[in-house]
Protein backbone atom coordinates (compact mmCIF):
# COMPACT_ATOMS: atom_id res chain seq x y z
CA UNK A 1 0.00 0.00 0.00
CA UNK A 2 2.95 2.06 0.86
CA UNK A 3 4.44 1.45 -2.36
CA UNK A 4 1.35 2.13 -4.44
CA UNK A 5 0.87 5.56 -2.61
CA UNK A 6 4.64 6.67 -3.51
CA UNK A 7 3.50 5.66 -7.40
CA UNK A 8 0.75 7.44 -6.97
CA UNK A 9 1.77 10.56 -5.53
CA UNK A 10 4.73 10.72 -7.56
CA UNK A 11 2.34 10.41 -10.60
CA UNK A 12 0.28 13.20 -9.77
CA UNK A 13 3.26 15.49 -9.10
CA UNK A 14 4.40 14.17 -12.91
CA UNK A 15 1.15 15.11 -13.90
CA UNK A 16 1.32 18.35 -12.61
CA UNK A 17 4.84 18.87 -14.07
CA UNK A 18 3.84 17.90 -17.06
CA UNK A 19 0.71 20.14 -17.29
CA UNK A 20 2.65 22.89 -16.77
CA UNK A 21 5.06 22.11 -19.40
CA UNK A 22 2.26 21.59 -21.79
CA UNK A 23 0.88 25.16 -21.59
CA UNK A 24 4.56 26.42 -22.52
CA UNK A 25 4.97 24.60 -25.28
CA UNK A 26 2.57 22.60 -28.17
CA UNK A 27 4.35 19.64 -27.35
CA UNK A 28 2.40 16.40 -25.65
CA UNK A 29 3.92 13.98 -23.81
CA UNK A 30 2.37 10.43 -23.13
CA UNK A 31 3.54 8.26 -20.19
CA UNK A 32 4.21 4.60 -21.28
CA UNK A 33 4.39 2.34 -18.94
CA UNK A 34 5.06 -1.59 -19.04
CA UNK A 35 6.94 -4.58 -16.77
CA UNK A 36 9.54 -5.47 -18.73
CA UNK A 37 13.08 -5.11 -18.36
CA UNK A 38 14.94 -2.70 -20.55
CA UNK A 39 16.93 -5.48 -22.01
CA UNK A 40 13.72 -7.13 -23.83
CA UNK A 41 13.00 -7.34 -26.76
CA UNK A 42 9.26 -6.26 -26.38
CA UNK A 43 10.87 -2.92 -25.00
CA UNK A 44 13.23 -2.24 -28.05
CA UNK A 45 10.20 -2.62 -30.12
CA UNK A 46 8.79 0.15 -27.68
CA UNK A 47 12.00 2.32 -28.50
CA UNK A 48 10.78 2.17 -32.32
CA UNK A 49 7.69 3.11 -31.63
CA UNK A 50 8.87 6.52 -29.99
CA UNK A 51 11.75 7.22 -32.55
CA UNK A 52 9.12 6.76 -35.05
CA UNK A 53 6.34 9.07 -33.19
CA UNK A 54 8.84 11.52 -32.57
CA UNK A 55 9.66 11.12 -36.42
CA UNK A 56 6.19 11.14 -37.71
CA UNK A 57 4.75 14.54 -35.53
CA UNK A 58 8.21 16.39 -35.43
CA UNK A 59 8.49 16.03 -31.90
CA UNK A 60 5.06 17.43 -31.12
CA UNK A 61 3.73 14.27 -29.80
CA UNK A 62 6.29 11.83 -27.53
CA UNK A 63 6.47 9.09 -25.26
CA UNK A 64 8.40 8.84 -22.30
CA UNK A 65 8.74 4.82 -21.31
CA UNK A 66 8.40 3.90 -17.28
CA UNK A 67 10.15 0.34 -17.71
CA UNK A 68 10.57 -2.29 -15.50
CA UNK A 69 6.98 -2.13 -13.26
CA UNK A 70 8.63 0.62 -11.67
CA UNK A 71 4.69 2.39 -11.62
CA UNK A 72 2.89 -0.56 -10.91
CA UNK A 73 1.96 -4.69 -12.17
CA UNK A 74 0.32 -4.72 -15.55
CA UNK A 75 -3.25 -5.31 -13.30
CA UNK A 76 -2.14 -1.59 -11.48
CA UNK A 77 -1.02 0.03 -14.70
CA UNK A 78 -4.08 -1.29 -16.30
CA UNK A 79 -6.45 0.58 -13.80
CA UNK A 80 -4.26 3.71 -14.00
CA UNK A 81 -5.07 3.68 -17.34
CA UNK A 82 -8.57 3.30 -16.86
CA UNK A 83 -8.54 6.70 -14.39
CA UNK A 84 -6.20 8.53 -16.83
CA UNK A 85 -3.10 8.98 -14.76
CA UNK A 86 -1.02 6.90 -17.48
CA UNK A 87 -1.71 7.28 -21.06
CA UNK A 88 -0.48 3.97 -22.72
CA UNK A 89 1.17 0.48 -21.13
CA UNK A 90 2.05 -2.84 -22.89
CA UNK A 91 0.42 -5.55 -21.62
CA UNK A 92 0.24 -9.69 -22.02
CA UNK A 93 -2.71 -10.35 -23.37
CA UNK A 94 -3.78 -12.58 -20.40
CA UNK A 95 -3.60 -9.28 -18.32
CA UNK A 96 -5.61 -7.62 -20.24
CA UNK A 97 -8.45 -10.24 -19.89
CA UNK A 98 -9.25 -9.45 -16.33
CA UNK A 99 -11.22 -6.20 -18.01
CA UNK A 100 -11.77 -6.94 -21.65
CA UNK A 101 -12.86 -11.16 -21.78
CA UNK A 102 -12.42 -11.02 -25.52
CA UNK A 103 -8.68 -11.80 -24.75
CA UNK A 104 -9.33 -14.41 -22.91
CA UNK A 105 -9.11 -16.64 -25.81
CA UNK A 106 -5.45 -15.55 -26.33
CA UNK A 107 -4.78 -17.62 -23.40
CA UNK A 108 -6.34 -21.20 -24.62
CA UNK A 109 -3.86 -23.78 -24.60
CA UNK A 110 -2.56 -25.05 -28.20
CA UNK A 111 -5.39 -22.42 -29.91
CA UNK A 112 -3.06 -20.96 -32.22
CA UNK A 113 -0.91 -23.70 -34.35
CA UNK A 114 2.29 -21.94 -35.24
CA UNK A 115 3.67 -18.50 -35.86
CA UNK A 116 1.59 -18.00 -38.93
CA UNK A 117 -1.88 -19.08 -37.89
CA UNK A 118 -1.26 -16.57 -34.93
CA UNK A 119 -0.63 -13.25 -37.11
CA UNK A 120 -2.80 -14.52 -39.49
CA UNK A 121 -5.56 -13.84 -36.69
CA UNK A 122 -3.47 -11.34 -34.69
CA UNK A 123 -3.10 -8.76 -38.13
CA UNK A 124 -6.09 -9.87 -39.25
CA UNK A 125 -10.41 -10.03 -38.47
CA UNK A 126 -10.06 -11.47 -35.58
CA UNK A 127 -7.26 -9.11 -34.46
CA UNK A 128 -8.96 -5.85 -34.74
CA UNK A 129 -11.92 -7.21 -33.53
CA UNK A 130 -10.17 -7.80 -30.29
CA UNK A 131 -8.33 -4.57 -30.18
CA UNK A 132 -11.13 -2.72 -30.40
CA UNK A 133 -13.12 -4.45 -27.45
CA UNK A 134 -10.89 -3.09 -25.37
CA UNK A 135 -12.96 0.32 -25.96
CA UNK A 136 -15.84 -0.57 -23.72
CA UNK A 137 -13.65 -0.67 -20.68
CA UNK A 138 -11.51 2.55 -20.97
CA UNK A 139 -8.75 0.48 -22.69
CA UNK A 140 -8.35 0.86 -26.43
CA UNK A 141 -6.00 -1.02 -28.53
CA UNK A 142 -3.07 -0.10 -30.41
CA UNK A 143 -1.15 -3.31 -31.70
CA UNK A 144 0.50 -6.65 -30.31
CA UNK A 145 3.18 -7.30 -30.03
CA UNK A 146 5.49 -10.83 -30.44
CA UNK A 147 5.87 -12.84 -27.27
CA UNK A 148 6.36 -15.99 -28.78
CA UNK A 149 4.98 -19.28 -26.79
CA UNK A 150 4.98 -19.90 -23.18
CA UNK A 151 6.75 -22.92 -21.48
CA UNK A 152 7.19 -24.43 -18.47
CA UNK A 153 10.38 -23.77 -16.44
CA UNK A 154 11.48 -25.58 -12.81
CA UNK A 155 13.98 -25.68 -10.56
CA UNK A 156 14.23 -29.00 -9.08
CA UNK A 157 13.43 -31.99 -12.34
CA UNK A 158 12.68 -31.71 -15.87
CA UNK A 159 9.16 -31.85 -17.24
CA UNK A 160 8.95 -34.49 -20.08
CA UNK A 161 5.03 -34.93 -19.42
CA UNK A 162 1.91 -33.48 -17.72
CA UNK A 163 2.73 -35.90 -15.28
CA UNK A 164 5.57 -34.56 -14.13
CA UNK A 165 3.81 -31.34 -12.82
CA UNK A 166 1.50 -33.00 -10.12
CA UNK A 167 2.10 -31.56 -7.27
CA UNK A 168 4.33 -28.79 -8.44
CA UNK A 169 3.62 -25.34 -7.49
CA UNK A 170 3.84 -23.01 -10.67
CA UNK A 171 3.42 -19.20 -11.01
CA UNK A 172 0.90 -17.66 -13.56
CA UNK A 173 -0.11 -14.72 -14.39
CA UNK A 174 -3.05 -13.00 -12.46
CA UNK A 175 -6.07 -13.91 -14.42
CA UNK A 176 -8.76 -16.73 -14.29
CA UNK A 177 -7.46 -18.10 -17.45
CA UNK A 178 -3.80 -19.04 -16.93
CA UNK A 179 -5.02 -20.60 -13.65
CA UNK A 180 -7.41 -22.78 -14.77
CA UNK A 181 -4.66 -23.53 -17.57
CA UNK A 182 -1.94 -24.68 -15.06
CA UNK A 183 -4.55 -26.26 -13.03
CA UNK A 184 -5.78 -28.42 -15.70
CA UNK A 185 -2.45 -29.31 -16.66
CA UNK A 186 -2.07 -30.96 -13.63
CA UNK A 187 0.02 -27.84 -11.67
CA UNK A 188 -0.79 -25.95 -8.53
CA UNK A 189 -1.49 -22.72 -10.19
CA UNK A 190 -0.22 -19.77 -7.55
CA UNK A 191 -1.08 -16.49 -9.51
CA UNK A 192 1.56 -13.64 -8.60
CA UNK A 193 3.22 -10.52 -10.04
CA UNK A 194 5.86 -10.92 -12.91
CA UNK A 195 7.96 -8.83 -11.10
CA UNK A 196 7.59 -11.02 -7.47
CA UNK A 197 8.70 -14.36 -9.51
CA UNK A 198 12.28 -14.05 -9.18
CA UNK A 199 12.43 -13.67 -5.20
CA UNK A 200 9.90 -16.24 -5.17
CA UNK A 201 11.32 -18.62 -7.39
CA UNK A 202 14.68 -18.32 -5.13
CA UNK A 203 12.44 -18.81 -1.67
CA UNK A 204 11.15 -21.75 -2.89
CA UNK A 205 7.55 -20.17 -2.54
CA UNK A 206 6.87 -21.68 -6.10
CA UNK A 207 8.74 -24.67 -7.87
CA UNK A 208 8.80 -23.20 -11.54
CA UNK A 209 6.72 -20.94 -13.75
CA UNK A 210 6.21 -20.68 -17.51
CA UNK A 211 7.02 -17.57 -19.60
CA UNK A 212 8.87 -17.23 -23.27
CA UNK A 213 12.72 -16.83 -23.73
CA UNK A 214 12.89 -13.20 -23.73
CA UNK A 215 11.25 -12.72 -20.59
CA UNK A 216 13.19 -16.26 -18.73
CA UNK A 217 16.13 -15.03 -19.52
CA UNK A 218 15.84 -10.85 -19.14
CA UNK A 219 14.68 -11.71 -15.73
CA UNK A 220 17.91 -13.73 -15.00
CA UNK A 221 14.80 -16.75 -13.56
CA UNK A 222 17.35 -19.01 -15.58
CA UNK A 223 19.76 -18.50 -12.29
CA UNK A 224 17.61 -20.03 -10.31
CA UNK A 225 15.67 -22.41 -12.36
CA UNK A 226 18.05 -24.74 -14.66
CA UNK A 227 15.12 -26.85 -16.78
CA UNK A 228 13.21 -25.49 -19.86
CA UNK A 229 10.36 -27.57 -21.47
CA UNK A 230 9.03 -26.65 -24.67
CA UNK A 231 5.75 -27.94 -24.61
CA UNK A 232 4.51 -24.51 -25.73
CA UNK A 233 0.97 -24.61 -24.31
CA UNK A 234 0.14 -21.39 -24.77
CA UNK A 235 0.81 -18.10 -27.65
CA UNK A 236 -0.21 -15.39 -25.68
CA UNK A 237 0.67 -11.66 -27.44
CA UNK A 238 1.70 -8.54 -25.72
CA UNK A 239 -1.11 -5.63 -26.75
CA UNK A 240 0.03 -2.07 -26.28
CA UNK A 241 -2.68 -0.04 -25.09
CA UNK A 242 -4.16 3.52 -24.25
CA UNK A 243 -6.54 4.58 -22.10
CA UNK A 244 -9.44 6.08 -23.98
CA UNK A 245 -9.28 9.18 -21.36
CA UNK A 246 -5.63 9.92 -23.06
CA UNK A 247 -7.03 8.81 -26.87
CA UNK A 248 -10.56 10.45 -26.83
CA UNK A 249 -8.61 13.85 -25.97
CA UNK A 250 -5.84 13.53 -28.91
CA UNK A 251 -6.64 15.20 -32.36
CA UNK A 252 -7.25 13.51 -35.40
CA UNK A 253 -3.57 14.09 -36.62
CA UNK A 254 -2.42 12.87 -33.61
CA UNK A 255 -4.30 9.47 -33.48
CA UNK A 256 -3.04 8.84 -36.79
CA UNK A 257 0.47 9.16 -35.83
CA UNK A 258 0.19 6.74 -33.02
CA UNK A 259 -1.91 4.77 -34.99
CA UNK A 260 0.69 4.32 -37.87
CA UNK A 261 4.00 4.96 -35.24
CA UNK A 262 2.72 1.58 -33.49
CA UNK A 263 1.71 -0.49 -35.92
CA UNK A 264 4.94 0.47 -37.98
CA UNK A 265 7.17 -0.34 -34.96
CA UNK A 266 5.44 -4.63 -35.35
CA UNK A 267 7.98 -5.32 -37.99
CA UNK A 268 11.04 -4.56 -35.91
CA UNK A 269 9.92 -5.79 -32.76
CA UNK A 270 9.33 -9.23 -34.81
CA UNK A 271 12.51 -8.92 -35.59
CA UNK A 272 14.15 -8.13 -32.45
CA UNK A 273 12.42 -10.63 -30.86
CA UNK A 274 13.85 -13.42 -33.19
CA UNK A 275 17.19 -12.39 -33.21
CA UNK A 276 17.55 -12.40 -29.52
CA UNK A 277 16.15 -16.09 -29.09
CA UNK A 278 18.48 -17.34 -31.25
CA UNK A 279 21.45 -15.40 -28.85
CA UNK A 280 19.64 -16.44 -25.78
CA UNK A 281 19.49 -19.52 -26.12
CA UNK A 282 22.84 -20.55 -26.75
CA UNK A 283 23.95 -18.33 -23.59
CA UNK A 284 21.16 -20.55 -21.68
CA UNK A 285 23.28 -23.77 -22.80
CA UNK A 286 26.20 -22.08 -21.84
CA UNK A 287 25.01 -21.39 -18.53
CA UNK A 288 23.51 -25.06 -18.01
CA UNK A 289 20.00 -24.66 -18.88
CA UNK A 290 18.95 -27.87 -19.78
CA UNK A 291 15.96 -28.22 -22.80
CA UNK A 292 13.07 -30.68 -22.82
CA UNK A 293 11.50 -31.23 -26.22
CA UNK A 294 7.95 -33.31 -24.35
CA UNK A 295 5.48 -35.08 -26.67
CA UNK A 296 3.04 -31.39 -27.31
CA UNK A 297 0.24 -34.04 -27.87
CA UNK A 298 0.01 -35.26 -23.95
CA UNK A 299 -0.20 -31.56 -22.93
CA UNK A 300 -2.67 -30.84 -25.87
CA UNK A 301 -4.77 -33.62 -24.89
CA UNK A 302 -4.95 -33.23 -21.17
CA UNK A 303 -5.51 -29.35 -21.67
CA UNK A 304 -8.55 -29.68 -24.05
CA UNK A 305 -11.24 -29.09 -21.56
CA UNK A 306 -10.06 -25.29 -21.88
CA UNK A 307 -11.44 -24.79 -25.18
CA UNK A 308 -14.44 -26.92 -24.66
CA UNK A 309 -15.49 -25.05 -21.48
CA UNK A 310 -14.83 -21.65 -23.44
CA UNK A 311 -17.12 -22.63 -26.49
CA UNK A 312 -19.74 -23.28 -24.17
CA UNK A 313 -20.59 -19.00 -24.23
CA UNK A 314 -21.64 -18.40 -27.94
CA UNK A 315 -19.46 -15.31 -28.28
CA UNK A 316 -16.20 -17.07 -27.52
CA UNK A 317 -17.35 -19.73 -29.65
CA UNK A 318 -17.61 -17.17 -33.00
CA UNK A 319 -14.46 -16.13 -31.94
CA UNK A 320 -12.55 -19.29 -31.69
CA UNK A 321 -14.59 -21.01 -34.76
CA UNK A 322 -13.08 -18.04 -36.74
CA UNK A 323 -9.56 -19.15 -35.60
CA UNK A 324 -9.78 -22.45 -35.88
CA UNK A 325 -10.76 -22.07 -40.10
CA UNK A 326 -8.35 -19.27 -40.56
C1 LIG B 1 5.45 -12.02 -20.67
C2 LIG B 1 4.74 -10.76 -21.09
C3 LIG B 1 4.66 -9.79 -19.94
C4 LIG B 1 4.12 -10.44 -18.69
C5 LIG B 1 4.90 -11.68 -18.36
C6 LIG B 1 4.34 -12.42 -17.14
O1 LIG B 1 6.79 -11.74 -20.47
O2 LIG B 1 5.43 -10.16 -22.15
O3 LIG B 1 3.83 -8.73 -20.34
O4 LIG B 1 4.21 -9.57 -17.61
O5 LIG B 1 4.91 -12.53 -19.45
O6 LIG B 1 4.43 -13.63 -17.12
O7 LIG B 1 3.80 -11.78 -16.23
Redesign the pocket.
Known amino acids: AIKKSIVLGTLTLLCLILSSCAAVSDTKVLYFA ?3 PTS ?1 P ?1 HKGILDMQSILNEKSGGKLQIKVFPD ?1 QLG ?2 REVLELLQIGSIAIT ?3 A ?2 LSNFAPEYQITVIPYLFRDDAHLWRNLEGEVGEQLLASGSEYLLRGLCF ?1 D ?1 GA ?1 SFYTKEKPINSPDDLTGLKV ?4 DQMSVSMANTLGASATPM ?2 SE ?1 YTALQQNVVDG ?4 I ?2 FVT ?1 NHFEVCKYYTFDEHTM ?1 P ?1 VVIIGTKFWDKLSDQEKNWLRAASKESVVAQKRYWKETIAEQMEMLKKNGVQFTYPNKEAFQEKSRPIMENMKKDPKMKAIIDKINAN
Open positions: HSLHVGSEKVSSAYARRVQNAFLAENNPSSID
